[in-house]
């Protein structure tokens, strides 16, 4: 099983291009997450799909689209990029909404950077 | 928001000693986990805990629910060790979204 597959693993744009992150996972999982990661800070929520068809803001969606496609495929789309998203995004799945009983499975991340 | 404190910052040990990280946070939870992050950057998860005590090989994590505060020890500690490791506790809801990372404590064991 490949898991939770994301695409690009590296990716340089210059300000206002625009790109798509995608990310694929193969477990049959109802949610998925974007995260990014910054030097001397948590991981912090952009965007997750709590199930196929349904999307919702988390801490830091601002400059951020998300599509959840299918129950598969769930993309991050920066439309005008900024120096303050260079950043490493990693996308997330789990089997269902409850922290409880559902871990999470991360792909490898993104590293974007915006000049 | 849920404040979430990780101590030490950065850990160093040498092969075989015994490692403990621990994790407080401020507001009441349902569920807190573990995850270490790799050096080459991949992220996988340890444990999910919401009372007591769970072990898996030389890993143990504990949670005490009403002191708010969680550990994360390290038996026999190994090079291969080496990580991040973040605590990020879950207040409780039907989102997932509501989960608060800490910041991560980077552990070097030497041989």
């Known amino acids: 099983n490949a898991g939770v597959t994301q695409t690009p693993k590296f990716q340089v744009l210059k300000t206002g291009q625009s790109m798509t992150l995608q990310c694929a996972q193969d477990?049959?999982?109802?949610?998925m997450y974007w995260y990014r990661q910054d030097p001397g800070m948590g991981l912090r929520l952009i965007y997750y799909?709590?199930?196929?068809?349904?999307?919702d803001k988390g801490e830091v969606p601002n400059g951020y689209n998300v599509s959840r496609l299918n129950k598969r495929e769930f993309s991050l789309r920066l439309e005008s990029a900024a120096p303050s998203q260079t950043s490493v995004y990693f996308c997330?799945?789990?089997?269902?909404?409850?922290?409880?009983?559902?871990?999470?499975?991360f792909g490898n991340g993104t590293r974007l950077t915006v000049t | 928001k849920n404040e979430v404190e990780q101590s030490p910052q950065n850990l160093t040990a040498q092969e075989g000693e015994f490692i403990t990280i621990n994790c407080s946070y401020s507001?009441?939870?349902?569920?807190l986990h573990w995850l270490q992050q790799h050096p080459g950057g991949g992220i996988v998860s340890l444990f999910m805990?919401?009372?007591g005590k769970k072990k898996h090989g030389r890993l143990i994590a504990t949670i005490n629910i009403q002191e708010k505060h969680s550990s994360l020890h390290i038996t026999a500690s190994h090079p291969r060790d080496s990580a991040v490791y973040i605590c990020?506790?879950?207040?409780?809801?039907?989102?997932?979204?509501?989960?608060?990372f800490g910041q991560g404590t980077i552990l070097t064991v030497h041989p």
């Open positions: 997330a799945s789990s089997a269902g909404t409850s922290s409880r009983s559902s871990p999470l499975h």
């Open positions: 477990m049959n999982h109802n949610s």
């Open positions: 799909s709590a199930s196929e068809g349904t999307t």
């Open positions: 507001v009441g939870i349902s569920a």
């Open positions: 805990l919401s009372s």
């Open positions: 990020a506790p879950w207040a409780g809801g039907t989102s997932y979204g509501k989960l608060t």
